[in-house]
């Protein structure tokens, strides 16, 4: 922890150096405001003229430059009219200031530049020589689409050389197995200016999407969840009733219809619960156990799209769960040793769980919330599994756990999640009949694994490095002959294992053999069977993998074991 701490001081210093040296370079732009983040640090600007992507090597020099000057970095409270003097020019510090407490303001200085700060700094610029700028975006003013365009320069920071060539080497490769990238070569998927932030699945991403979808369903039924599908678009006093509207009205689309206001679905929370509440129920029905792939739409900030990473429609594997107190322990257990089966099965190994408590703006009073959270901590402490606690985290309705996961190139991801609900039963006047004939209002229990499909998808892309398991590539074996004589013989062989339930392409092109190894190489086929002159005669088979290694004289029968296991 002290280590973080350590590094996200390294970042916020960082952050005022790009500030220092775009003030120098360019002295018309206004400075709006440049935190540390999870991975490095931000600072967004109005520039008299957009920056470009070239012009971020000089930005760069610069900022070397004021670090190679060795000042000092002070940081000292002053008078409110004092800052409102200094920033008369920028409308953002002056907004800023105005709405901070108190009569005073931080100021933090290098030399001759200084920004509104409110402190947590290096104590000179000579260690700030580890930093790495990585891109520009665009932005808002206070995250508000309606409000000033700005522009972000994003960038990262380490206390030590060691650290950034680190850092350096797990970006390159993780610039070469980029999702996006793979997803072109691999013909997965792809984006279109008609609907930016909308993804198209070709067939192959299809494939895997539903090889996703498959295998969840399959968990779910075999732990009692009943599917259900909701509405993509609802009534937008749904969500008001839900509190969604107003946590999240920015990043919903609205649309008129009938002079009524709908919202499409920004989460599927709303829809599951009217399907509860369509009938009364049973203490002896409980715990209800309701699951949906269900599409949710998001209006993201045009700047922060990324690729499946961040887009704005998706689909969540979600589950709401209503039942009783006593089974919150019971259900939370269930789901968390659900989540790590799933973590299993994709080979993710390093896995850290986190217990998130109260965020400032949350519904419901301390008392629910306590109690809420209470239920989660015991689930995890019975369950002898590891955690941390995340203060102020959770969701505005209740505390929650979420799971990070770490890729093969040692990154985190944080996918599935599990929250607890005590207020959305008492928002929509939810209840079951107890066992002594009483009414009683039900826990709800919101739990995804995958999170966002799409993201997810994403996550392995770049975690296999396009190397599909067998059991999830879209074509799992390619047939090759040698010569177009060993044709019927590899057809024929090719019919038998779709039979069977494999996905079989026969490679019927006139590339000689090293062309068509080249190709299916190229398309991370997992297994390659190369049938010549030599096995049509013995009726057999060359088993050739992804990675080179071969096995020679198979018969069918072999195969299809082969195939089998490793299909599970």
Same mark, same amino acid.
């Given at each position: 922890?002290?280590?973080?701490?350590?590094?996200?001081? =390294?970042?916020?210093?960082?952050?005022?150096?790009?500030?220092?040296?775009?003030?120098?370079?360019?002295?018309? &732009?206004?400075?709006?405001?440049?935190?540390?983040?999870?991975?490095?640090?931000?600072?967004?600007?109005?520039?008299?003229?957009?920056?470009?992507?070239?012009?971020?090597?000089?930005?760069?020099?610069?900022?070397?430059?004021?670090?190679?000057?060795?000042?000092?970095?002070?940081?000292?409270?002053?008078?409110?009219?004092?800052?409102?003097?200094?920033?008369?020019?920028?409308?953002?510090?002056?907004?800023?200031?105005?709405?901070?407490?108190?009569? &005073?303001?931080?100021?933090?200085?290098?030399?001759?530049?200084?920004?509104?700060?409110?402190?947590?700094? =290096?104590?000179?610029?000579?260690?700030?020589?580890?930093?790495?700028?990585?891109?520009?975006?665009?932005?808002?003013?206070?995250?508000?689409?309606?409000?000033?365009?700005?522009?972000?320069?994003?960038?990262?920071?380490?206390?030590?050389?060691?650290?950034?060539?680190?850092?350096?080497?797990?970006?390159?490769?993780?610039?070469?197995?980029?999702?996006?990238?793979?997803?072109?070569?691999?013909?997965?998927?792809?984006?279109?200016?008609?609907?930016?932030?909308?993804?198209?699945?070709?067939?192959?991403?299809?494939?895997?999407?539903?090889?996703?979808?498959?295998?969840?369903?399959?968990?779910?039924?075999?732990?009692?969840?009943?599917?259900?599908?909701?509405?993509?678009?609802?009534?937008?006093?749904?969500?008001?009733?839900?509190?969604?509207?107003?946590?999240?009205?920015?990043?919903?689309?609205?649309?008129?219809?009938?002079?009524?206001?709908?919202?499409?679905?920004?989460?599927?929370?709303?829809?599951?619960?009217?399907?509860?509440?369509?009938?009364?129920?049973?203490?002896?029905?409980?715990?209800?156990?309701?699951?949906?792939?269900?599409?949710?739409?998001?209006?993201?900030?045009?700047?922060?799209?990324?690729?499946?990473?961040?887009?704005?429609?998706?689909?969540?594997?979600?589950?709401?769960?209503?039942?009783?107190?006593?089974?919150?322990?019971?259900?939370?257990?269930?789901?968390?040793?659900?989540?790590?089966?799933?973590?299993?099965?994709?080979?993710?190994?390093?896995?850290? =769980?986190?217990?998130?408590?109260?965020?400032?703006?949350?519904?419901?009073?301390?008392?629910?919330?306590?109690?809420?959270?209470?239920?989660?901590?015991?689930?995890?402490?019975?369950?002898?599994?590891?955690?941390?606690?995340?203060?102020?985290?959770?969701?505005?309705?209740?505390?929650?756990?979420?799971?990070?996961?770490?890729?093969?190139?040692?990154?985190?991801?944080?996918?599935?999640?599990?929250?607890?609900?005590?207020?959305?039963?008492?928002?929509?006047?939810?209840?079951?009949?107890?066992?002594?004939?009483?009414?009683?209002?039900?826990?709800?229990?919101?739990?995804?694994?995958?999170?966002?499909?799409?993201?997810?998808?994403?996550?392995?892309?770049?975690?296999?490095?396009?190397?599909?398991?067998?059991?999830?590539?879209? &074509?799992?074996?390619?047939?090759?002959?040698?010569?177009?004589?060993?044709?019927?013989?590899?057809?024929?062989?090719?019919?038998?294992?779709?039979?069977?339930?494999?996905?079989?392409? =026969?490679?019927?092109?006139?590339?000689?053999?090293?062309?068509?190894?080249?190709?299916?190489?190229?398309?991370?086929?997992?297994?390659?069977?190369?049938?010549?002159?030599?096995?049509?005669?013995?009726?057999?088979?060359?088993?050739?993998?992804?990675?080179?290694?071969?096995?020679?004289?198979?018969?069918?029968?072999?195969?299809?074991?082969?195939?089998?296991?490793?299909?599970?």
């Amino acid at each position: 922890m002290e280590q973080k701490k350590d590094v996200s001081i =390294v970042r916020h210093s960082a952050a005022h150096l790009l500030a220092h040296a775009i003030s120098e370079l360019y002295p018309n &732009t206004k400075l709006t405001i440049g935190p540390a983040t999870a991975d490095g640090f931000f600072y967004d600007f109005l520039p008299e003229k957009n920056f470009k992507e070239a012009d971020l090597p000089a930005i760069a020099e610069r900022m070397r430059e004021i670090a190679e000057r060795g000042l000092p970095l002070g940081h000292k409270q002053i008078s409110k009219d004092e800052a409102r003097k200094l920033y008369k020019d920028n409308p953002f510090k002056l907004e800023i200031i105005d709405n901070l407490e108190g009569d &005073t303001v931080g100021l933090a200085t290098q030399g001759d530049f200084y920004d509104l700060c409110k402190g947590g700094h =290096v104590d000179n610029t000579n260690k700030l020589k580890n930093f790495k700028l990585l891109g520009i975006s665009g932005s808002y003013w206070r995250a508000d689409r309606k409000g000033q365009p700005l522009q972000r320069i994003t960038g990262t920071a380490f206390a030590t050389p060691k650290e950034l060539r680190i850092y350096e080497k797990r970006r390159e490769e993780a610039l070469k197995y980029d999702h996006r990238k793979l997803g072109r070569e691999l013909d997965l998927f792809s984006f279109n200016e008609a609907g930016p932030g909308f993804p198209f699945f070709h067939p192959n991403g299809k494939i895997i999407f539903n090889l996703l979808i498959q295998y969840l369903r399959n968990l779910l039924d075999h732990a009692g969840y009943k599917e259900i599908s909701t509405p993509a678009m609802l009534n937008v006093e749904l969500w008001k009733q839900s509190g969604h509207y107003d946590h999240y009205r920015d990043n919903m689309y609205f649309s008129e219809i009938d002079e009524t206001t709908y919202a499409v679905k920004p989460m599927n929370c709303p829809g599951a619960i009217l399907i509860y509440k369509s009938h009364p129920h049973s203490y002896r029905e409980l715990p209800l156990r309701l699951s949906e792939f269900g599409h949710v739409h998001r209006h993201e900030l045009s700047g922060v799209l990324h690729g499946l990473f961040r887009v704005r429609s998706f689909t969540q594997d979600d589950a709401h769960v209503f039942c009783t107190p006593d089974q919150i322990e019971t259900e939370i257990i269930g789901m968390v040793t659900m989540a790590l089966e799933v973590f299993k099965k994709f080979d993710f190994k390093d896995i850290r =769980v986190i217990l998130s408590t109260k965020p400032d703006k949350a519904m419901g009073d301390d008392a629910l919330w306590e109690k809420a959270t209470a239920a989660l901590r015991d689930a995890l402490n019975h369950a002898k599994i590891p955690y941390e606690v995340h203060e102020g985290e959770g969701a505005f309705y209740g505390p929650k756990i979420d799971f990070l996961i770490k890729d093969s190139m040692d990154r985190s991801w944080q996918c599935s999640t599990v929250q607890l609900d005590f207020f959305q039963a008492e928002n929509f006047d939810l209840w079951y009949v107890t066992n002594e004939g009483t009414k009683a209002r039900p826990v709800i229990i919101h739990r995804a694994l995958y999170g966002s499909l799409e993201r997810f998808f994403g996550i392995l892309i770049e975690h296999y490095k396009g190397k599909f398991p067998f059991w999830l590539a879209p &074509t799992q074996i390619k047939v090759l002959s040698i010569t177009d004589e060993q044709m019927p013989y590899a057809q024929e062989l090719a019919k038998k294992l779709k039979d069977a339930g494999f996905r079989v392409v =026969v490679d019927e092109s006139s590339d000689p053999i090293s062309g068509k190894i080249k190709n299916a190489q190229l398309q991370q086929t997992p297994w390659m069977l190369v049938v010549g002159a030599k096995e049509v005669e013995g009726n057999t088979i060359t088993l050739r993998y992804r990675d080179g290694k071969q096995e020679h004289g198979l018969t069918y029968d072999d195969l299809l074991r082969k195939a089998q296991e490793a299909n599970r």
